[in-house]
């Protein structure tokens, strides 16, 4: 259906002001159809929202649209002191000659349209909650709503007029052309340079990367980014030189070295071009600024360095987002990860420092400032006495750690440009899938780790499942979300007890080939009759690397069925 043929009819709208201190189970207003073709708009205006819905949590960056059937029971919360969600309930009928039919608008129910906030205050502008007028004397005030103020009727149209134009633009966004294949490869370019801004790069070497000649990469590059390659690479070089300034006793030469300039008068001239400040006299400023103070997930407070090269991490996801926002670090805790994860390439020669942190491996490094995912309470004071050492809670929502680790290094824009990315993909993929199953199904997320089995909450790749694909947790899982608990090891005879109306079963690549029967084999066959999918054990994490890289074998994850590479296995024995 087209949006030229929908019809709204505004049943009611509203200002949802959100407090920290509040947990509001938020129910959609109650009118008199409650009719199937009814719907509710909810517009963040403010960030730091969170959404739950079947106890499903979804971050709502400002600007995020998503549509929910009235049915729907949600909860909205907020960790900022203050945040505005509109609410807008109306009823969706298409238009047919001169019929008008119940009718779902061409959207992904439950899943948001990222819209930047100036377009929405001029979609809904007149609004005066959302755009206030200056404060004025009580008198102008009612000269005024006496002069303008329309009828009941007619400021219902106007409103019912602007809620189509938002469920428009958030239409805008399926049928908007995906990015040209060169505007990605130069982006791939960008992300490269992040990376490896202290190696000899060259104009002509990047342009290959990208598949271009010279003048076409070096022209496009300057329209994406307003710079010329070598000149964005000085600057990303200086911005690093800027940190290791801050914090670095190196001499000029060491420093000009690592970030990748071969001539150290060359990097004072060009740092002092850009700074406005030689390299020295510009660190000495630094070390006078005032560093920030946060709070960590213990309650401690930490002294921020005001930059940090030398970084140091430990934690199941932390590696993928520090990476994700173009930071690599010098030491992580990698060690059940090197053969694991599916960005297995990237961790080559950064060091690896234990599960947890070990201060001896740590010490030797230099770093300065440690981030712990995981940690030990033991190491703690230990690592605490070499660096200003943050620990974080790993348990909360990709969106929400990447922002946290973002805002540290002073690198938000780097994270929400990842999740603007990361929304568009989501949703062409689930409109790739749309045949492929029905959002709101039940789902189960099942790990298989040699004769245990274990059942996921909302961690891992079930995240990509639940947050993003719009399956829905079977009651026993549920159970599992509500209690905190990431995972749980089950028993076989429980594993009916957990199944949904479609299973992932996730199993190691070389678990895959062990001779049949087995307890891989076993598990299908009691899942049986309901759909199930294998999945290499690999993309069972939930960082921004993984689940951005998820988005593009989705498809040949739900085009296999459950028993293809058990029956290939057998046909293949000698």
Request: proline share 5%; with cysteine.
């Amino acid at each position: 259906m087209q949006m030229a043929s929908l019809y709204i009819q505004l049943q009611q709208h509203d200002l949802l002001q959100l407090t920290p201190l509040q947990e509001t189970n938020h129910h959609n207003p109650s009118t008199k159809s409650k009719a199937a073709n009814e719907y509710t708009l909810l517009i963040a205006l403010d960030h730091g929202i969170q959404l739950l819905t079947n106890n499903i949590s979804k971050d709502l960056s400002q600007g995020s649209c998503i549509l929910l059937p009235t049915q729907q029971s949600y909860i909205l919360k907020t960790i900022k002191e203050q945040a505005l969600v509109a609410r807008y309930t109306f009823l969706a009928f298409q238009v047919d000659k001169s019929n008008l039919l119940p009718a779902c608008p061409p959207l992904i129910l439950g899943f948001p349209y990222r819209l930047s906030l100036s377009t929405i205050k001029l979609a809904l502008a007149g609004e005066d909650w959302i755009s206030p007028s200056p404060l004025q004397t009580n008198k102008q005030n009612r000269l005024q709503e006496t002069k303008f103020t329309p009828t009941h009727h007619s400021k219902s149209a106007v409103t019912q007029t602007r809620l189509q134009l938002i469920l428009s633009l958030m239409a805008q966004l399926e049928s908007a052309a995906p990015p040209v294949q060169n505007d990605q490869a130069v982006q791939r370019t960008l992300s490269y340079m992040e990376q490896h801004y202290n190696e000899d790069l060259t104009v002509e070497l990047l342009a290959e990367m990208a598949g271009m000649v010279r003048w076409q990469y070096s022209k496009l590059f300057k329209v994406m980014t307003g710079k010329k390659p070598t000149d964005y690479l000085t600057e990303l070089r200086v911005q690093h030189a800027k940190r290791l300034l801050s914090s670095s006793t190196e001499t000029l030469r060491e420093i000009s070295r690592q970030v990748g300039f071969k001539d150290e008068y060359y990097f004072s001239r060009r740092f002092h071009q850009l700074t406005g400040h030689p390299p020295r006299e510009f660190a000495n400023i630094l070390r006078r600024t005032r560093q920030r103070t946060i709070t960590d997930s213990l309650g401690r407070q930490i002294s921020l360095p005001d930059t940090a090269t030398r970084i140091v991490a430990t934690g199941t996801n932390t590696l993928g987002e520090l990476l994700a926002i173009g930071i690599r670090p010098v030491g992580a805790g990698i060690t059940t990860m090197k053969s694991q994860v599916i960005y297995r390439n990237k961790l080559l020669q950064i060091p690896d420092i234990g599960l947890q942190g070990a201060s001896e491996q740590v010490s030797l490094l230099k770093p300065d400032l440690i981030l712990l995912g995981n940690y030990s309470e033991q190491q703690l004071p230990r690592l605490d006495a070499i660096a200003p050492t943050i620990v974080y809670r790993e348990s909360t929502s990709t969106f929400e750690r990447l922002r946290y680790i973002a805002d540290l290094f002073g690198r938000s824009r780097t994270a929400e440009q990842w999740i603007d990315r990361y929304e568009e993909s989501v949703r062409r993929i689930r409109r790739q899938l749309a045949d492929d199953y029905i959002a709101g199904e039940r789902a189960t997320v099942y790990l298989v780790l040699g004769k245990n089995i274990y059942v996921m909450g909302q961690t891992g790749f079930a995240a990509t499942v639940y947050e993003s694909l719009g399956f829905r947790p079977t009651e026993s899982v549920n159970q599992l979300i509500i209690n905190g608990r990431p995972w749980i090891q089950i028993d076989y005879n429980k594993i009916t007890q957990y199944a949904g109306d479609r299973n992932f079963v996730m199993i190691p690549q070389e678990e895959m080939n062990v001779n049949i029967p087995s307890p891989l084999q076993s598990l299908v066959g009691m899942l049986a009759p309901s759909k199930v999918h294998i999945v290499e054990a690999g993309w069972n994490y939930d960082d921004p690397l993984t689940r951005e890289r998820l988005l593009t074998v989705l498809p040949s994850i739900f085009a296999k069925d459950g028993l293809t590479p058990l029956l290939a296995n057998e046909k293949n024995k000698p």
